[in-house]
């Protein structure tokens, strides 16, 4: 198929990510089970790791992990249908504190993010990240041929490309960059800027979800190197006798599949559903999903929220937003900072605004089934998606692929990679303009059902043209003509 024939060029494929597609781990029995994550890039990418027979490179972070193994630290993966092969990479306790929650995600998070006063450098921790690079790259190394194609993904490995091609002239490399990069003014705040670049520059294809992020990614080589050649209207940079060509492929989401849950969640489940976290299945519906980080703008969402209360008592008892959580880097104070502010937040505003059988604001932060999550979403009448930064942002895309029946309307910040595509047709707010926030939830709660229907019609097609498959084989039609280029 189309994405198989566009890797055709390349004897196989080998993908790096921090996180694993399978994770094995006891459960209270004892019994080792596999963790699979729902939705994302490791269960997008996963069905043509499949297809390919591919092997992918990851962090074993499951208690259960090791014994999985073999001598080489590998393990087959689907565990019901082996198909490729997942390669286990260990990290001790340093490691992770270095690498994961120190140079990844106190550094690069929020400088990416152009949060530069929140960054929190650490020498040490920049040692240890480089280590890990270090020992990723040889992972991939001793599993690389000379026609490999070897994607890495994201900000944990900035380092990796050019410590694989220290060892690897062969490989083609490419990378997926998934957050934000920021402007030259932004990043030059890195005090290891000049190693980061180059590290990255060692991939043959880097990507981005927007052309303005490549913008920004150039205009740092630019300022940062006097020998390199950059030339952005074709997206290459020059650099001795290397090539990177920087382009922006906007990922998406599995639209087919999202459908199908969201369907699934039938009206008895539903009430059932809503019964279980307290609201009634009938009010008018407001859903926010996010990882709790500083980037997704909760407490402007909720400053937004009880404003709107405030000036419309009149939707007291009949607007309920339900915020799903899901609690993240938590050690990191920046995070347990948002993880306060959030909760006094809604703390406060249910303590305004909640009557005897109604709350405004419903926090859910234990896991919910496919079948829940998409059928919030599909229930949800408004989706407010607010993030203050955001490389893309999914939950925007999910929640339109989930508008299987009776559309509602999204609320997307001007500040997510997602405006791009979904902009015209989506509810655009300013996260931080609390009263113009407040209005375009009043806009969104009593908008005609033609306008609904026509903006949510507009939203899934362009959700459907670009979907996760699409995103893929782009990126594979890229990495071919690349690999063509090199060979000449
Ligand atoms: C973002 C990053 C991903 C990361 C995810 C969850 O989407 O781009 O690389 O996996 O957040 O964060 P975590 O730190 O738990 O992996």
Redesign the pocket.
């Known amino acids: 198929d189309e994405q198989s024939d566009a890797a055709s060029v390349h004897d196989d494929l080998l993908v790096i990510s ?2 694993q597609p399978y994770r094995h781990r006891y459960d209270d029995d004892g019994e080792v089970v596999t963790d699979q994550p729902v939705g994302g890039l490791t269960a997008g990418l996963d069905p043509v790791v499949q297809r390919v027979d591919g092997t992918w490179v990851a962090w074993g972070d499951g208690d259960a992990d090791e014994e999985m193994v073999d001598e080489d630290d590998c393990v087959r993966v689907p565990p019901d249908d082996p198909s490729y092969t997942l390669r286990r990479v260990w990290l001790d306790d340093e490691d992770i504190e270095g690498y994961y929650y120190g140079f990844s ?1 106190r550094v690069l998070w929020p400088l990416s993010h152009g949060l530069v006063g929140t960054m929190e450098y650490q020498e040490n921790h920049w040692q240890q990240y480089r280590e890990v690079n270090e020992v990723f790259a040889e992972a991939v190394a001793e599993n690389a041929g000379e026609n490999s194609l070897v994607w890495f ?4 490995f900035a380092l990796a490309p050019r410590f694989v091609r220290e060892r690897a002239p062969g490989p083609t490399l490419m990378q997926f960059w ?2 934000p990069w920021p402007d030259w003014d932004t990043f030059r705040a890195c005090p290891v800027r000049e190693e980061v670049l180059d590290g990255l520059l060692a991939n043959d294809l880097l990507s981005f979800h927007v052309p303005r992020y490549c913008e920004n990614f150039l205009g740092c080589v630019d300022a940062c190197f006097d020998d390199a050649v950059v030339n952005e209207s074709t997206g290459e940079v020059q650099r001795g006798s290397e090539t990177t060509r920087v382009r922006a492929f906007p990922m998406g989401v599995d639209v087919d599949r999202i459908d199908e849950e969201a369907a699934a969640c039938t009206d008895e489940e539903w009430v059932e559903f809503a019964e279980q976290i307290g609201i009634d299945p009938d009010v008018t519906l407001s859903v926010g999903v996010d ?1 709790l980080d500083y980037t997704k703008g909760i407490p402007e969402r909720l400053a937004a929220l009880e404003r709107f209360f405030e000036e419309h008592p009149d939707w007291q008892g009949e607007l309920t937003h339900v915020q799903k959580l899901s609690e ?2 938590s050690r990191i104070p920046a995070y347990g900072d948002v993880a306060d502010r959030v909760e006094e937040a809604i703390e406060r505003i249910n303590g305004r605004f909640a009557t005897d059988d109604w709350q405004p604001v419903v926090r859910l932060d234990s896991h919910l089934t496919t079948t829940q999550l998409y059928g919030l979403y599909r229930r949800a009448d408004i989706a407010l998606v607010s993030p203050v930064r955001d ?1 893309m942002n999914l939950v925007a895309k999910e929640y339109v692929a989930a508008q299987t029946d009776d559309p509602g309307v999204l609320l997307l910040s001007e500040l997510a990679g997602a405006e791009d595509e979904l902009g015209e047709f989506a509810l655009s707010i300013a996260p931080y303009d609390t009263a113009s926030f407040a209005d375009t939830i009043e806009q969104a709660v009593t908008m005609a059902e033609d306008e609904r229907r026509e903006r949510m019609a507009n939203l899934r097609a362009a959700v459907a043209a670009n979907d996760v498959d699409q995103w893929m084989a782009d990126i594979f039609e890229e990495a071919r003509q690349v690999r063509m280029a090199r060979e000449r």
Do not use: V
């Open positions: 921090n996180r995600n993904q994201d900000y944990h998934h957050i990882r993240s880097r490389g």
